[in-house]
Structure formats: structure tokens, C-alpha cells
């Protein structure tokens, strides 16, 4: 697990709750005074909230991607249209998990979020990482704005927030992930290597933190083999310990669901 990774959730359930608490509050507030407007949740219409704050961005979008399958992709998509006829925007941030990736935009058209946007050498390019979330979609936009939605249904599951103190937890939540995820090309080459058996099981007891000596003779095999094999993928995952490889092998998908 991330360094981090527990007071983060901690600190994002906190903010989801909070989340709740003020749209239930501030419901019946007009538009102009609150902090907390709740919208419409269904997915098409989040997109369309999504796609008015990107478009209106000046220095900075974070999009995090780790909710509901329909709503990530509707932010996707609300991303293409939005940002492609500004090419002053900031090159906005994308943080979701391999698994909420894949529901949003297919393996083979993954790649194609990258370039569509870069086509023709002005237009903005999005950077892409992958990390474990809690469920929640959400678009941070200068600092300033966020548009949430998370992944239960009931009073707040959808809500523009303004207040700052909510939308400088979640900014800061955001930087520490981002900071310690995995960049989506190199998700992208290890998702597409032909990873043999072997290497699944080696990577699970690095994960483990598994001796040696005790992983050799689980594996039924020399600890000089077993010590080659290692160093294989840590050049592979160009990770720098045994930690930080089993952390970038379990980011990636890459360990056997079975261990």
C-alpha cells in the first residue's frame, strides 16, 4: 500500500461525509449563496456540470476517476469536448484506478486520450495516473470548485462545492496521490508485456515481504534463480527495492487474484 494511503482514505471519507452534511444543510440555498449546490446525478447530466468547469478553467483541472462506470465515462467524454478549442487550458491532471479506467475508455482506445488532444502540436495533453481510491468521481477546477459524485446513492450523492475548506482538503488529498501513483504509459507497457507465471508469483511475495530463502523453496527453485528473477522485474517495473515493486506490480494489476 501507498505511503499514505490509509490517512488518505481516512481523510476522503471525512470529506465525502462532510460532503453530505453540507448539501443536506444547504439544499434549499439559492445557487448564488451556497457552497454547496447539489445537481442532478445521473450521468449524462454530470457530465454536462463536468464539461462547464473544464471548459472554464484557467490554471488548473483535477480529475479524479473512481466512481460509478457511466459517470467516469461521461467525464471523459465532457474532457474531449471540452478542452480541445482552448488551447490556453491547463494541461489538466486524470487520477483513477486500472480498473475505473478501463470502464471509462476501453484498453485498445486508452492511448487515444492522450494524443486526441495533442493532434495538432497547440491543443492540451492530459497526464494520467493510476492509483487504489476509494469510489468517487470528482473535477477540481482552479482550486476553487469541485463537482463530486460519489458512488452511493441518497442526499449529496451528486454536488458542486465552493467551500474552501472541502475543496482544499480534496485538492491536498489529490496532490498526495498523485504524487505516489503510476503514470498511465508505463501501466500501459506493463499491462501489455506477456508476464510469465513465474513472475506473478515472485511479485506476490514481494508484496508480502516474503525472505528469500522461504520464497526459493516455495517456488521450488534455487535462491540464486529466485534472486535473478527479482532483478528481472524490478529492472522491468524500474523500481528502486522490493517494496516499491510489489507496490507498482499491485498498481498495475499485475499479481495473480488467487496469489
Not at 46 to 54: K, R
Not at 123 to 149: F, K, N, Q, S
Not at 198 to 222: F, I, N, P, Q, W
Request: proline letters at 6%.
Amino acid at each position: 500500500m501507498l505511503p499514505g494511503t490509509k490517512d488518505m482514505e481516512r481523510e476522503l471519507m471525512e470529506v465525502r461525509e462532510l460532503l453530505a452534511a453540507l448539501a443536506v444543510r444547504r439544499r434549499d440555498q439559492t445557487a448564488s449563496d451556497a457552497q454547496v449546490t447539489v445537481v442532478e446525478p445521473h450521468h449524462d447530466a454530470f457530465g454536462a456540470t463536468a464539461g462547464v468547469l473544464m471548459s472554464r478553467a484557467v490554471s488548473s483541472v483535477e480529475v479524479l476517476l473512481a466512481g460509478l462506470p457511466q459517470v467516469n465515462g461521461t467525464v471523459i467524454a465532457a474532457l474531449r469536448q471540452a478542452l480541445p478549442p482552448y488551447t490556453a487550458h491547463p494541461e489538466p491532471r486524470i487520477l483513477c484506478t486500472p480498473q475505473s479506467w478501463r470502464c471509462a475508455v476501453p484498453l485498445s482506445s486508452e492511448c487515444a486520450l492522450l494524443t486526441a488532444l495533442s493532434d495538432d502540436g497547440d491543443t492540451v495533453r492530459p497526464e494520467v495516473r493510476m492509483a487504489r481510491l476509494l469510489p468517487l468521481t470528482a473535477v477540481i477546477a482552479d482550486g476553487e470548485v469541485a463537482l463530486l459524485r460519489t458512488g452511493k446513492p441518497g442526499p449529496g450523492a451528486a454536488a458542486v462545492v465552493r467551500a474552501p475548506s472541502v475543496v482544499a482538503s480534496l485538492r491536498a488529498l489529490f496532490d498526495t496521490v498523485w504524487q505516489g501513483a503510476t503514470g498511465v504509459e508505463e501501466y500501459l507497457r506493463l499491462r501489455r508485456r506477456n508476464w510469465p507465471e513465474v513472475a506473478g508469483k515472485v511479485l506476490v511475495r514481494l508484496r508480502d515481504g516474503v525472505s528469500d530463502d522461504t520464497a526459493a523453496r516455495e517456488l521450488a527453485m534455487s535462491v540464486r534463480t529466485y534472486r535473478r528473477h527479482v532483478a528481472d522485474i524490478m529492472a522491468l517495473l524500474g523500481a528502486t527495492s522490493r517494496f516499491q515493486a510489489g507496490v507498482r506490480a499491485a498498481e498495475a494489476g499485475l499479481l495473480p487474484r488467487d496469489g
